[in-house]
């Protein structure tokens, strides 16, 4: 006997797949929660149990189960998002009449705003990776002039790690000095390509074709991803925990604390643009964020400098 939580569990995943186009990641967190609390419904309700008749004391007491489990209140928030985009996609099916998990609270979480490097210190590090590579990197940044674009890049487009190695070499429009990117359900923008990342992709190219010449992949020169692998192994495209790795490397081996990671450096490239004046909408903009709720966090970012500037001018100061 089937039951139905779990025949319509597939389904919405399936659709996620399919039509709207998630990312890898995306459908995996839902696969994970939506089918968990499938489970749970099956399991505590029976395999009979319809849709129609889960109410929102179903999804807290789903809730308290995940916390005896030792999971945290972010865990749990995120499992609650899973279940109300399910939920809505249901309603919108006809299958369920209201959202039943839109009665239930999201778990208070502490704020924890991310930390940034200073423009100082990024800077340093690009203008400073021409040399040998320091004590703590050799075993990951293996190739300098690679690993240059991925941090003017990531810096200097404000690009996330999944659409940076989704660049292929005709997403790069140099007669534009823009890059096309494809972000979170597929969805496409530009970017602008500053001169230091324009520089460091030229200086990259020869060495990218020569590995690929070298591994009978020739023809990927012209063409196929732009970031590949240091063997060229495989369909040669480098792949989002391959960045991790050489980005924290990196910043480990130049000074940076341990918890830098790729997206850290996509948080400093809108700090610091905030920090220096821009608008908070062209953010948005190049950030690629569907909620201008989403970008206004970095207006908390830069608080200890609207701090400074007020100590620093203000006569009552």
């Not at 995943?13 to 099956?42: I, P, Q």
């Not at 320091?134 to 300098?144: L, Q, S």
């Not at 970017?191 to 070298?214: F, H, N, S, T, W």
């Not at 692998?229 to 495209?237: F, L, V």
Request: proline share 4%.
């Amino acid at each position: 006997m089937s039951c139905q939580p779990r025949d319509l569990a597939a389904r919405f995943l399936h659709m996620l797949t399919n039509e709207r186009g998630a990312s890898e990641h995306t459908v995996r967190a839902y696969t994970r929660e939506v089918t968990g609390f499938a489970e749970y419904l099956c399991e505590s309700l029976g395999e009979g149990v319809a849709m129609p008749a889960v109410e929102h004391t179903h999804i807290r007491a789903y809730l308290a189960v995940l916390y005896d489990r030792g999971l945290t209140k972010a865990s749990a928030a995120r499992a609650l998002a899973a279940v109300r985009s399910w939920f809505k996609w249901m309603a919108q099916q006809g299958i369920v009449q209201q959202n039943a998990a839109s009665l239930v609270r999201t778990p208070k979480l502490p704020k924890h705003l991310p930390r940034v490097p200073s423009s100082e210190d990024v800077n340093r590090i690009l203008d400073g990776m021409e040399r040998p590579a320091a004590k703590g990197e050799e075993a990951v940044a293996r190739w300098p002039e690679r690993d240059r674009v991925i941090w003017e890049l990531l810096y200097g487009c404000g690009i996330r790690n999944s659409e940076l190695v989704g660049i292929d070499l005709r997403d790069v429009h140099w007669s534009n000095d823009a890059i096309l990117v494809r972000g979170k359900g597929r969805k496409e923008r530009y970017v602008p390509l500053g001169d230091a990342a324009a520089l460091a992709i030229r200086e990259y190219m020869p060495a990218r074709a020569d590995r690929l010449q070298k591994a009978s992949k020739g023809k990927l020169v012209h063409d196929g991803p732009l970031l590949i692998n240091a063997t060229a192994r495989g369909e040669a495209r480098l792949t989002t925990r391959s960045v991790g790795r050489i980005v924290k490397a990196i910043a480990i081996g130049r000074g940076l604390p341990a918890d830098v990671h790729p997206h850290t450096l996509r948080h400093a490239f809108g700090t610091h643009m905030l920090e220096e004046g821009a608008d908070l909408r062209a953010i948005q903009e190049l950030l690629g964020h569907e909620r201008l709720s989403t970008t206004q966090r970095y207006t908390q970012l830069t608080t200890n400098q609207i701090q400074r500037v007020y100590d620093d001018t203000h006569p009552r100061a």
